[in-house]
Each structure stands twice: as structure tokens, then as C-alpha cells.
């Protein structure tokens, strides 16, 4: 049974929100989507992970090649707050389309976090937590997990996409690993890329306006406390512009139902990701800041080059803060690895509703 959370405090920011052991068990669920020259081939993979010290779960990925023998590196595709690895399925075909990428790039491997979308929720976890209790360094730890299981199966990654709250997991996936002495590049992943990425704790960012999340809180007793973005909700933000218009290329909310977009988003992360109070038990609250990751952490030596993209008409992340954050990750001018895609659509999820912009940028 599901039912709405009894907070009455409980009043977020919906505008940034909204759009914001590897075991060899792959399904082959093979599918040949036709359009014009280019089919694109979707099969399912999944693999155990460790949540914490004693949880497990089952991580769903959807790999995206292209009908023709795959020869290009793999990228593992990281999505948003609220997303499935399914939205990344515009991009890999506008990339499998493109004379230049597709000779660089033989495959995508777009994540469902866990519990998100075909990944199941975790068990076992310790202090009796549950999926709503998941944070963003957990997201964290699945990345890390999935480079090494990917490898196992024989997809081992070259390139890490990142796109808004994934690109923060992104980021602190490096800061885990160098906290560690190993880093990135020592994974095997030579190339970073950030889409409208989330900036780490005490870097500047502007949110989007407050809205009351009530209507999308839900709680069950198999799941504990979780965010349930509506289509129509997910749409509204992720595709709005500037104006206060949708984007002309925007999906309807029943394209992406019918799509898979949208999933469930622990309430932990949810808060954590603003950096507001999370309730407790007690009827106390905690605020659990966003990752931090330090000065340099992409610098040159750290081997794995960073491409960072801003889009001009996100009223989530907005662009302006963007350079600076590159510069802060890299210590090099803004304009060797940071692209502003400008255009009347280039919102926030610009990669699902017009990908052929981030195909351009990335061949700059």
C-alpha cells in the first residue's frame, strides 16, 4: 500500500527537481529500431552491487549500439534525479548518426540506478534502511561498481556521461577515488562528460523557483519515503525555457510515460541534492550537504579529460555558473573543454529532445 507522506513542512524546490560482485546475468533482449539509415540495437544487462556494508540489489543497464558491428569505445551513461537510462536513447542514436562519433563511439550504456527503473531496490541494508534512504554518494559506489562489472562482461567503459545529478555523481565518483590514490583514469575511463551537471557542495549554484513537493512524496512499508515525479511534472521542468515556455521539441508527458523516462527518486537524495533539513524519526532534522570534490580533481595529471555542456535555456542549472565550475574541476581556461549549446530549445534535457545539439558541441 502507498500513500501520502504527513509532513506538512515539507516544502522543496519542484524547479530544480523535476529534471533535475559483478555477476554475468545479462538478458538479451535484442531490438532493432527502425528509422531512416541508421537502426539502433537495444539489449539489457545486469549485474549485483554491495549498497553499504550489507545491502545488495540488482543493477539494470540498457546497452545502445548501433545495428552494424559495434568498434568504438563504451560510454556509461549516468541520468538524472528521477530518470531511467532510457532517456539517454536519443543521444546514442543521434551519436550513431554522426559520420564522426560513430567511428569513436560502438556503444552506450545507460544505467538505472538502483531502484530506479528495472533496477531493483536493495536488501539487506544495515539499521534496517530502506531505498528511501539512499544518498548520493550510494549512487556513488554503484558507479564504481558498474566500471568493474562492465569490464567483466566485456563492455569495459572508456568514457563517463553524466547528466545533472548524474554529472555530480560523475565528479564524485573522481573525489572517491582519489580519496583513495586511485582515480579515474586508473578505471580505464580516459574522457569525462558533464551535461548541465549539478555543482558540488559550496559551489555556486542558482535554483530554479520553490514549489511544494507534497503531491509527489509517497511512502511504503517496502520502501520507506520517496519522490513520484507525474510525466506532466517531469515534462514542466525539464523542457522549459527561459521564457516560461516548452521547448518546441519537448516530448509530451505521454511520450514520456510511454518511454520510461521518469522513476522513483529516494527522498534522502531528493533533499540531500538541495541541501534541505531531512526529518527524523525523532522529529528532529539533519541536513546532509551535497559531495564535495576538490580543486583540480580533472587537472591534466589525473588523466581523464573533462567536457563540460551548459544549455542556454536551462532554468535548473543554469549555464552562467558552469564555466567557473570547469575551471574550479580542471584548472584551464573555460574554453578548452566548456561549451555553452545555444539555441531556442537547449534546455535542460536538450539531450533527449534535440540530441543533435550535444552531437554538435561534442564535435567542437
Not at 545495428?67 to 569505445?73: D, E, F, K, N, Q
Not at 556509461?76 to 562519433?101: H, K, Q, S
Request: proline share 7%; charged share 15%.
Amino acid at each position: 500500500m502507498t500513500r501520502s507522506i504527513g509532513w506538512g513542512h515539507v516544502v522543496w524546490v519542484l524547479g530544480f527537481l523535476c529534471a533535475c560482485g559483478a555477476a554475468d546475468t545479462a538478458v538479451d533482449t535484442a531490438v532493432d529500431v527502425d528509422e531512416t539509415s541508421q537502426a539502433l540495437r537495444q539489449r539489457s544487462i545486469s549485474f549485483a552491487v554491495k549498497v553499504r556494508e550489507t545491502g545488495t540489489a540488482n543493477v539494470h543497464a540498457t546497452v545502445f549500439t548501433p545495428s552494424a558491428r559495434a568498434r568504438g569505445a563504451t560510454v556509461l551513461a549516468v541520468p538524472g534525479l528521477a530518470e531511467t537510462g532510457l532517456v539517454y536513447e536519443p543521444l546514442a542514436r543521434a551519436i550513431f548518426r554522426d559520420r564522426t562519433l560513430r567511428r569513436q563511439i560502438g556503444r552506450v550504456v545507460a544505467l538505472d540506478l538502483v531502484g530506479r527503473g528495472e533496477s531493483t531496490p536493495p536488501s539487506g541494508l544495515p539499521d534496517g534502511k530502506k531505498f528511501g534512504d539512499l544518498t548520493i554518494e550510494d549512487n556513488v559506489s554503484v558507479v564504481i561498481q558498474a566500471i568493474a562489472a562492465l569490464r567483466e562482461l566485456g563492455y569495459a567503459p572508456k568514457v563517463l556521461l553524466g547528466h545533472s545529478m548524474g554529472g555530480l555523481a560523475t565528479v564524485s565518483v573522481q573525489e572517491a577515488l582519489l580519496a583513495k590514490e586511485s582515480s579515474l583514469s586508473k578505471l580505464g575511463i580516459e574522457h569525462a562528460i558533464l551535461l548541465a551537471p549539478v555543482p558540488p557542495h559550496a559551489r555556486p549554484w542558482m535554483m530554479g523557483q520553490g514549489a511544494d513537493l507534497m503531491p509527489f512524496i509517497k511512502q511504503s512499508d517496502a520502501l520507506g519515503s520517496y519522490l513520484e515525479l507525474s510525466p506532466l511534472a517531469f515534462v514542466a521542468q525539464a523542457y522549459s525555457t527561459t521564457a516560461g515556455t516548452l521547448a518546441s521539441t519537448a516530448p509530451t508527458p505521454e511520450q514520456v510515460s510511454e518511454l520510461g523516462y521518469v522513476t522513483i527518486e529516494p527522498l534522502v537524495t531528493v533533499l540531500q541534492l538541495v541541501e534541505s533539513p531531512i526529518p527524523l524519526p525523532d522529529g528532529t532534522t539533519v541536513t546532509v550537504p551535497r559531495p564535495s570534490v576538490r580543486q583540480g580533481a580533472f587537472k591534466p595529471e589525473n588523466g581523464t579529460e573533462l567536457t563540460l555542456l551548459g544549455f542556454s535555456q536551462d532554468i535548473l542549472v543554469p549555464p552562467s555558473t558552469l564555466g567557473d565550475l570547469y575551471t574550479y574541476l580542471t584548472g584551464q581556461p573555460e574554453a578548452t573543454g566548456y561549451r555553452t549549446v545555444t539555441a531556442d530549445d537547449a534546455v535542460h534535457n536538450a539531450f533527449t529532445s534535440n540530441p543533435k545539439l550535444v552531437v554538435k558541441a561534442l564535435n567542437e
